[in-house]
Nanobody
Framework: QLQLVESGGGVVQPGGSLRLSCAASGFTMDYYVIAWFRQAPGKEREGVSCISRAASNTNYTNYIDSVKGRFTISRDNAKSMVYLQMNSLKREDAGIYYC???????????????????WGQGTQVTVSS
């Protein structure tokens, strides 16, 4: 059974950093894109970042404009883990962060909710002074 479990959320001051982790089990990441989405209160869930399937060997990554230069997504295939390093956090980065996955044979990734096949339970990120 495909399962995604997030961890690493918490409370951080503006300008601070957090690293989110997503543990994948029940499937091989060879043909699955792993993505991070977030949802703030009263707002729609939006894609934040994604990384291409492990079998692509390209480590293609994609980010929404608002996090470029501040967030970094990475993957440890041996551990079936995907990480989201978040630096210079802003209040508008707060929300519940979800790990998500979808199957593909392509070597890139997209931040489209309609592609997602599986979701994690989410981890809360609060940015407050």
């Amino acid at each position: 059974q495909l399962q995604l479990v997030e961890s690493g959320g918490g409370v951080v001051q503006p300008g601070g950093s957090l690293r989110l982790s997503c543990a994948a089990s029940g499937f091989t990441m060879d043909y699955y894109v792993i993505a991070w989405f977030r949802q703030a209160p009263g707002k729609e869930r939006e894609g934040v970042s994604c990384i291409s399937r492990a079998a692509s060997n390209t480590n293609y990554t994609n980010y929404i404009d608002s996090v470029k230069g501040r967030f970094t997504i990475s993957r440890d295939n041996a551990k079936s883990m995907v990480y989201l390093q978040m630096n210079s956090l802003k209040r508008e980065d707060a929300g519940i962060y979800y790990c998500a996955s979808y199957w593909t044979y392509l070597n890139d990734c997209r931040l489209n909710r309609r592609d997602v096949m599986s979701w994690g339970q989410g981890t809360q990120v609060t940015v407050s002074s």
